[in-house]
């Protein structure tokens, strides 16, 4: 049993995939900060390092909400939660700077978290 199970099956998937793309993030950009002066393929493979955490908890969280949520809905619950993670790393982490773009982006993902997740 794990530490999770006595929570209900949505949350579980949302806490395992946030902590996922915590590290799918700094496996994808995290090389651009901290490697960009030395060669790509040692980059690449502190990525795969990184990226062999980042699967340990996404393989669950997709197994554990293909229980309760139909495929459309996983995936884009892992979408959201993959911008929900990216634009705070981007702005405090990487020091991008925040745009107006970002909110629009953003209404325009609940329309489709609103599409996907109604009962029709």
Same mark, same amino acid.
């Given at each position: =049993? +794990?530490? @999770?199970?006595?929570?209900?099956?949505?949350?579980?998937?949302?806490?395992?995939?946030?902590?996922?793309?915590?590290? =799918? /993030?700094?496996?994808?950009?995290?090389?651009?900060?901290?490697?960009?002066? $030395?060669?790509?393929?040692?980059?690449? @493979?502190?990525?795969?390092?990184?990226?062999?955490?980042?699967? =340990? !908890?996404? #393989?669950?969280? +997709? $197994?554990?909400?293909?229980?309760?949520?139909?495929?459309?809905?996983?995936?884009?619950?892992?979408?959201?939660? /993959?911008?929900? #993670?990216? #634009?705070?790393?981007?702005?405090?982490?990487?020091k991008?700077?925040?745009? !107006?773009?970002?909110?629009?982006?953003? %209404? %325009?993902? @609940?329309?489709? #978290?609103?599409?996907t997740? $109604?009962? /029709?």
């Open positions: =049993m +794990n530490a @999770l199970s006595h929570l209900p099956l949505w949350l579980q998937t949302a806490l395992l995939l946030s902590a996922s793309n915590l590290f =799918m /993030t700094f496996a994808w950009y995290g090389h651009l900060k901290h490697l960009a002066d $030395r060669p790509w393929w040692l980059a690449a @493979l502190a990525s795969w390092g990184i990226a062999f955490f980042e699967y =340990m !908890l996404q #393989v669950p969280a +997709n $197994r554990i909400g293909a229980q309760a949520l139909a495929l459309p809905q996983l995936k884009l619950m892992q979408e959201v939660i /993959t911008l929900a #993670v990216f #634009v705070p790393f981007a702005i405090f982490y990487m991008q700077p925040l745009k !107006l773009d970002y909110l629009w982006a953003a %209404c %325009c993902l @609940l329309g489709a #978290v609103y599409f997740f $109604r009962t /029709t």
